[in-house]
């Protein structure tokens, strides 16, 4: 195994179609890829592998899902079939466009049909790429660069939230000193202010108040 394969081994792929037979071709094409791939039948499926509940009687509540994989494994990518019976594959896309939590996963539409209009709409929605069916295997190399840069956007965003994090709880300590701070300043301001009151009781005592007093010589008192 290469070293790019090895490194798409650690992606994991949610892929979308309502065909077995599409949905069996693109899962072989992930795994011949070396992608972790969990395959669903409808949109309103992958919104609940995602974590996201859409409320729609006509679909059923349990997933559909394969292999079985737990839901809690993060999701690198989503390639999704456009043409879907109920929730579209550009009704998808706007879903997980649509939610803070997964709005940086990259989205890749397929369809078998090469209309400009619905390519430039999924594009401009925020798909990061848009494959003609049959899918090859040369397209599947155009989905790496996707993830990788998503990660790095993902460690660039927690990097920059531990700096504010650290920046904020030394304004907090700067703001709020702790109590044997505010001890030390009070005992300080206490030992300033006592030497302060002896000064001035020692200025209190000038020649002034000598001169006052008398003065003897040859039994003679003389007041200066």
């Given at each position: 195994?290469?070293?790019?394969?090895?490194?798409s081994?650690q992606?994991?792929?949610?892929?979308?179609?309502?065909?077995?037979?599409?949905?069996?071709?693109?899962?072989r094409?992930?795994?011949t890829?070396?992608?972790?791939?969990?395959?669903?039948?409808?949109g309103?499926?992958?919104?609940?592998?995602?974590?996201?509940?859409?409320?729609d009687e006509?679909?059923?509540?349990?997933?559909?899902?394969?292999?079985?994989?737990h839901?809690?494994?993060e999701?690198?990518?989503?390639i999704?079939?456009?043409?879907?019976p109920g929730?579209?594959?550009?009704?998808?896309?706007?879903?997980?466009?649509?939610s803070?939590?997964?709005?940086n996963?990259?989205?890749?539409?397929?369809?078998?049909?090469?209309?400009?209009?619905?390519?430039?709409?999924?594009?401009?929605?925020g798909?990061?790429?848009?494959?003609?069916?049959?899918?090859?295997?040369?397209?599947?190399?155009?989905?790496?660069?996707?993830?990788?840069?998503t990660?790095l956007?993902?460690?660039?965003?927690?990097?920059?939230q531990?700096?504010?994090?650290?920046?904020?709880?030394?304004?907090?300590?700067?703001?709020?000193?702790?109590s044997?701070?505010?001890i030390?300043?009070?005992?300080?301001?206490?030992q300033q202010?006592?030497?302060?009151?002896?000064?001035t009781?020692?200025?209190?005592i000038?020649?002034e108040?000598?001169?006052?007093?008398?003065r003897?010589?040859?039994?003679?008192?003389?007041v200066?």
């Amino acid at each position: 195994m290469g070293m790019a394969a090895a490194e798409s081994q650690q992606y994991h792929v949610l892929a979308v179609d309502d065909s077995i037979i599409d949905r069996k071709l693109i899962e072989r094409l992930l795994k011949t890829s070396s992608y972790q791939v969990t395959t669903v039948d409808s949109g309103s499926k992958a919104l609940e592998f995602l974590g996201l509940q859409e409320n729609d009687e006509t679909n059923p509540i349990t997933p559909c899902v394969s292999p079985k994989i737990h839901q809690d494994m993060e999701v690198n990518l989503v390639i999704t079939d456009y043409c879907m019976p109920g929730m579209t594959g550009y009704d998808l896309l706007k879903k997980i466009k649509e939610s803070s939590s997964l709005r940086n996963i990259p989205v890749v539409i397929m369809s078998s049909e090469n209309v400009p209009s619905r390519i430039t709409r999924c594009l401009e929605e925020g798909a990061d790429e848009f494959f003609l069916k049959p899918v090859r295997k040369s397209d599947l190399n155009r989905l790496e660069p996707h993830i990788k840069r998503t990660k790095l956007k993902d460690q660039k965003q927690e990097t920059l939230q531990k700096v504010e994090n650290i920046d904020e709880q030394q304004q907090q300590q700067i703001v709020q000193p702790d109590s044997e701070t505010i001890i030390e300043q009070q005992q300080q301001s206490l030992q300033q202010g006592n030497s302060n009151k002896r000064k001035t009781m020692e200025q209190g005592i000038s020649p002034e108040t000598d001169r006052t007093r008398p003065r003897y010589n040859s039994g003679i008192a003389t007041v200066v």
